[in-house]
């Protein structure tokens, strides 16, 4: 459901515009709010953050219209607005223009063409909103947030977004090559970053093909997130496809090497956020709190070729996935120790 404040001082325009929209607003596709100046709309603007677009006339008291416009161009360069005035002339419209507004319809109003105007411009901020969900997902954005990225972008809400922390609920997991210290002891630097980065590639495949999103490369192992519908079920599937292909590669004679993994996995509620330094402008988009600390200690619990959950997961996942229990593990921090199983097939 669209949000939309509509600022004008004739009081009748509310009523008309309830009229005229009712049955949008029946269907919840509109939701109006409303303000008599500009003034009153900058108090509804910080009451009502999820405003989507603002109707406002020109010519109010306390606050004009043209002003509003370039307050909401400082705080908020998304949030668009159409100006609705029957002052038409070339001069208010550039003027109005300038100073950020969308579109400019002229009184008296109408209504068709007002909604064509709406719908289009919803549509505008429906798409920049999708561009700026894309470019926070990015995996250049995920490693190197910095002010040259940021100013490279060109916009306060492209920051804002990426600077956003939430809670989610996603399913972590910690792919580990194991053995991989041994061969870089003793190979050539070229031998062992491109093995190494084969690997990596083959995991990563695997990852992307269950829209996992690979959140950091750490040494010779992989830390991987899934978010949405049947995420745990997701990385297990993943997992489970590494560990296939990782045993179908072949052994590696001369460098003494046998590729083999170990993988932790945990789901639940995670912290999602930039950690790092600003002072180095060094951010990494990434999840944190206890449920990333047990899926990284299941890992280093975990045997050769093993994939180990918790008891809990075990539940979530026993009627899709072949599982073995294994037996309770001592983890740091935590009083109890934790049952463990072995994701078979």
Do not use: W
Not at 105 to 117: A, Q, W
């Amino acid at each position: 459901m669209a949000k939309i404040l509509v600022v004008d001082d004739e009081a009748d325009l509310e009523i008309l515009i309830k009229q005229k929209f009712r049955q949008k607003i029946r269907q919840l596709e509109y939701e109006f709010i409303f303000a008599l100046n500009g003034r009153q709309a900058l108090d509804q603007l910080e009451k009502h953050k999820d405003v989507d677009l603002v109707l406002s006339d020109i010519n109010m008291p306390e606050m004009d219209g043209l002003t509003l416009l370039t307050k909401i161009s400082e705080k908020n360069t998304l949030l668009k607005c159409v100006i609705i005035s029957a002052y038409g002339d070339m001069e208010n419209i550039r003027i109005a223009m300038n100073r950020g507004a969308f579109d400019f319809v002229t009184k008296p109003v109408n209504f068709k063409d007002l909604e064509i105007t709406i719908d289009r411009t919803l549509q505008h901020v429906k798409q920049i909103r999708s561009t700026l969900q894309a470019l926070k997902e990015n995996n250049i954005l995920r490693m190197y947030v910095d002010e040259t990225v940021l100013n490279f972008m060109g916009t306060k809400e492209v920051e804002t977004s990426i600077f956003e922390n939430e809670t989610v609920e996603a399913s972590v997991a910690f792919i580990d090559i194991v053995g991989f210290t041994k061969i870089s002891e003793t190979q050539p630097p070229d031998v062992v970053v491109n093995l190494l980065n084969a690997y990596f590639d083959v995991m990563v495949k695997e990852i992307i093909d269950q829209k996992g999103i690979v959140d950091k490369f750490m040494g010779d192992c992989i830390m991987a997130v899934f978010k949405g519908p049947y995420h745990l079920d997701r990385a297990i599937d993943a997992c489970l496809s590494i560990k296939e292909r990782i045993q179908d590669l072949p052994e590696l004679r001369e460098e003494g090497f046998e590729p083999k993994i170990s993988i932790g996995v945990n789901s639940g509620e995670m912290i999602s956020g930039n950690i790092g330094s600003c002072t180095l402008r060094r951010l990494d988009y990434t999840v944190i709190g206890d449920i990333v600390n047990v899926a990284a200690r299941l890992q280093a619990a975990a045997g050769v070729n093993q994939i180990l959950i918790s008891k809990r997961n075990y539940d979530l996942i026993k009627e899709s996935f072949c599982c073995e229990e294994v037996g309770s593990i001592s983890m740091k921090n935590k009083k109890d120790p934790i049952l463990v199983y072995e994701v078979l097939s």
